[in-house]
């Protein structure tokens, strides 16, 4: 890590995806709960990939490879992928593929499941003369300073700040960077992710870090996640994209949080068991407050209408 206060970028991509970055060198699965790591969120992407005519999934950012796991059981015969720059998990099921690129065509389905929100981006702060300016860091102390003017379109158009003080995710790259793995679909692309929309940014921006399921000081020194939610309005422009809140296209995908009904417990007590559990995983994905607050950018390259009501 440098020893200099370095763009919010730099340090931030460093922090994620050097050598000694903090996903190369961590599972996600021990510092926080996702979708993937929901059992019944598997069955609504195999649902979606029916859908879809998939020969393919493709998990980008696929993390420990848990959902892909899941997938091999509800979609035989279809090929699945992960892309992570992280080592391929031990004891990944040999017909799984396991590669640090994107492929160049994908029939079928992309899922990138809370990946944009550590793509880095530019940080800038609003200064006394109302002028954007970068914001630079200390790596190793997470300590601020102000940098050089920072004339952006992207933050004209999508986040516009009137007051000194206030902060922006400069969200230009993360359009590029879906842009680019949507054009590579011949099918579904779906980014899932926390997001904001233009009406309602957070006025301070929202970069923060975690560990071992925790929130703790936000530092890119390699150690802990950065992550910082998505301008989802700006993805979904960017890709011609749909967007949906996650307990919508869940429900539109036969996930379903009700509970079984009581008498099944009498006439089938090992069936109501298992049904219960499915229920409380839905619950868990449709919450309100929590996952079920998750934005989806969904596009239908060949006009599928995969998740049409």
Same mark, same amino acid.
């Given at each position: 890590?440098?020893?200099?206060?370095?763009?919010?970028?730099?340090?931030?991509?460093?922090?994620?995806?050097?050598?000694?970055?903090?996903?190369?060198?961590?599972?996600?699965?021990?510092?926080?709960?996702?979708?993937?790591?929901?059992?019944?969120?598997?069955?609504?992407?195999?649902?979606?990939?029916?859908?879809?005519?998939?020969?393919?999934?493709?998990?980008?950012?696929?993390?420990?490879?848990?959902?892909?796991?899941?997938?091999?059981?509800?979609?035989?015969?279809?090929?699945?992928?992960?892309?992570?720059?992280?080592?391929?998990?031990?004891?990944?099921?040999?017909?799984?593929?396991?590669?640090?690129?994107?492929?160049?065509?994908?029939?079928?389905?992309?899922?990138?499941?809370?990946?944009?929100?550590?793509?880095?981006?530019?940080?800038?702060?609003?200064?006394?003369?109302?002028?954007?300016?970068?914001?630079?860091?200390?790596?190793?102390?997470?300590?601020?300073?102000?940098?050089?003017?920072?004339?952006?379109?992207?933050?004209?158009?999508?986040?516009?700040?009137?007051?000194?003080?206030?902060?922006?995710?400069?969200?230009?790259?993360?359009?590029?960077?879906?842009?680019?793995?949507?054009?590579?679909?011949?099918?579904?692309?779906?980014?899932?992710?926390?997001?904001?929309?233009?009406?309602?940014?957070?006025?301070?921006?929202?970069?923060?870090?975690?560990?071992?399921?925790?929130?703790?000081?936000?530092?890119?020194?390699?150690? /802990? @996640?950065? !992550? &910082?939610? #998505?301008?989802?309005?700006?993805? *979904?422009?960017?890709? %011609?994209?749909? +967007?949906?809140?996650?307990?919508?296209?869940?429900?539109?995908?036969?996930?379903?949080?009700?509970?079984?009904?009581?008498?099944?417990?009498? /006439? @089938?007590? !090992? &069936?109501? #068991?298992?049904?219960?559990?499915? *229920?409380?995983?839905? %619950?868990?994905? +449709?919450?309100?407050?929590?996952?079920?607050?998750?934005?989806?950018?969904?596009?239908?390259?060949?006009?599928?209408?995969?998740?049409?009501?």
């Amino acid at each position: 890590m440098s020893d200099r206060p370095l763009p919010w970028h730099d340090a931030w991509e460093r922090a994620l995806y050097s050598e000694a970055g903090f996903f190369r060198t961590s599972r996600p699965a021990d510092h926080f709960r996702t979708n993937a790591h929901v059992g019944a969120f598997a069955g609504a992407v195999a649902e979606l990939a029916r859908r879809a005519g998939a020969a393919t999934v493709v998990d980008l950012g696929a993390g420990g490879g848990e959902l892909l796991t899941a997938l091999r059981a509800e979609l035989p015969g279809v090929r699945l992928t992960g892309v992570e720059l992280a080592h391929r998990p031990e004891g990944l099921a040999d017909d799984i593929e396991w590669r640090d690129t994107l492929p160049e065509r994908i029939d079928g389905l992309l899922v990138a499941n809370e990946w944009l929100d550590n793509v880095p981006c530019d940080v800038v702060e609003l200064d006394d003369h109302h002028v954007p300016r970068e914001l630079l860091v200390d790596p190793a102390t997470g300590e601020e300073a102000l940098g050089d003017p920072h004339g952006s379109s992207w933050l004209r158009t999508w986040w516009p700040m009137t007051e000194p003080g206030q902060r922006a995710e400069v969200g230009s790259a993360r359009d590029v960077v879906w842009a680019d793995a949507v054009s590579r679909v011949h099918g579904t692309a779906v980014a899932i992710d926390y997001g904001h929309l233009r009406g309602d940014r957070p006025p301070f921006g929202s970069l923060r870090s975690y560990v071992d399921g925790r929130e703790v000081d936000v530092r890119p020194d390699g150690t /802990r @996640d950065v !992550t &910082a939610h #998505v301008a989802v309005d700006a993805v *979904a422009h960017a890709v %011609g994209g749909t +967007l949906l809140r996650q307990r919508e296209a869940l429900t539109r995908l036969g996930v379903d949080g009700r509970r079984p009904p009581l008498d099944l417990a009498h /006439r @089938d007590p !090992t &069936a109501y #068991v298992r049904a219960l559990g499915r *229920a409380g995983e839905a %619950g868990e994905l +449709l919450a309100t407050g929590g996952l079920g607050d998750f934005w989806w950018i969904v596009t239908d390259t060949l006009g599928h209408g995969t998740l049409a009501p």
